[in-house]
């Protein structure tokens, strides 16, 4: 089994983003998604999300892509989850190239895929009238 793993916000979740989940499981047999915690998304990411972990794991978990969910807790998890998961894969979109080449180190294929342009969570937000990200 062939074994993808892909990290990500997923905050309103929107096209772009299934387009991203789709092509990734379509890279292998099994999709994991690492979703970033509150925590992590207003400490680190300097993010607010509308929806809290637990909705955003709801909306994901009910994705034919998605295969299991789990928190995304830090910057460093990357390399662990590789081998804890068995992943053969690691997915992410463009707008990161480059950033995760290290996880080929560790045998794991490292994939950057186009983002969906005209579409993002900040333009949602923008276009809702409210704060961006
Ligand atoms: N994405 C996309 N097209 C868009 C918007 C997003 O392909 N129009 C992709 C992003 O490139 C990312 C995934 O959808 O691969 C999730 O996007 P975000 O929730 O914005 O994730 P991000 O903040 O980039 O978090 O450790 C890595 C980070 O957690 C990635």
Redesign the pocket.
Same mark, same amino acid.
């Given at each position: 089994m062939k074994k993808v793993i892909?990290?990500?916000?997923?905050?309103l979740l929107h096209y772009?983003?299934i387009?991203?989940l789709r092509r990734a499981r379509e890279l292998g047999d099994y999709l994991v998604v690492a979703l970033?915690t509150d925590e992590f998304n207003w400490h680190e990411?300097h993010k607010k999300c509308y929806f809290s972990y637990d909705r955003r794991k709801q909306m994901l978990e009910a994705i034919r892509y998605v295969d299991l969910v789990i928190p995304?807790e830090n910057?460093e998890q990357k390399k662990t989850d590789v081998v804890k998961y068995g992943v053969d894969v690691f997915v !992410?979109?463009d707008?990161?190239k480059g950033k995760f080449d290290f996880l080929r180190d560790q045998g794991c294929e490292v994939v950057y895929?186009p983002?969906?342009p005209e !579409?993002?969570?900040t333009e949602i937000k923008n276009s809702l009238g409210g704060a961006g990200e």
């Open positions: 892909t990290y990500g916000t997923f905050d772009g983003h387009n991203l970033s990411k995304e910057w !992410i979109g707008d990161w895929l983002r969906t !579409i993002s969570t």
